[in-house]
């Protein structure tokens, strides 16, 4: 039984970036399946690196969206998607140099990310990116 399933409240209101949300959710659970099987050690390479590209296409995507409909919180969601990525960035350094613990922290990482991030900071462009034909 997966972890995390996709539910309306994760809905930003646009289809392709709930996709991307989506992503995020199998990336939690593919992380949660390997735990539970004692093989979470092994497979937070795997899930680091897909997050690696995943912030890199889906950060981009959202913020050329928001530069060309003049979304008025740009700067401040940026601000938070460059902190993130930094946070992946820093992720990745901790597995590559043996960090133990890092297989909670990761999956610690993408659930706040589900439920902060994408509930509350992108809950906020819905409706500005909607009223430009976005959806």
């Known amino acids: 039984m997966p972890l995390m399933t996709w539910k309306d409240e994760y809905s930003v209101k646009i289809a392709e970036f709930d996709g991307h949300h989506k992503q995020l959710i199998g990336m939690i659970n593919d992380l949660d399946d390997a735990m539970r099987q004692g093989k979470g050690k092994i497979v937070v390479g795997d899930i680091l690196k897909k997050l690696i590209n995943y912030t890199g296409f889906h ?50 990482f993408l659930t706040d990310w589900l439920n902060k991030h994408i509930k509350e900071t992108d809950q906020r462009y819905s409706e500005h990116l909607n009223s430009k034909g976005i959806k």
């Open 59 to 108: 950060f981009a995507a959202e913020e050329k969206i928001f530069k060309q409909h003049d979304y008025p919180e740009y700067v401040e969601h940026k601000d938070k998607h460059d902190k993130m990525t930094a946070k992946v960035l820093a992720l990745q350094n901790d597995y590559n140099a043996g960090k133990v613990s890092l297989t909670v922290e990761v999956s610690k």
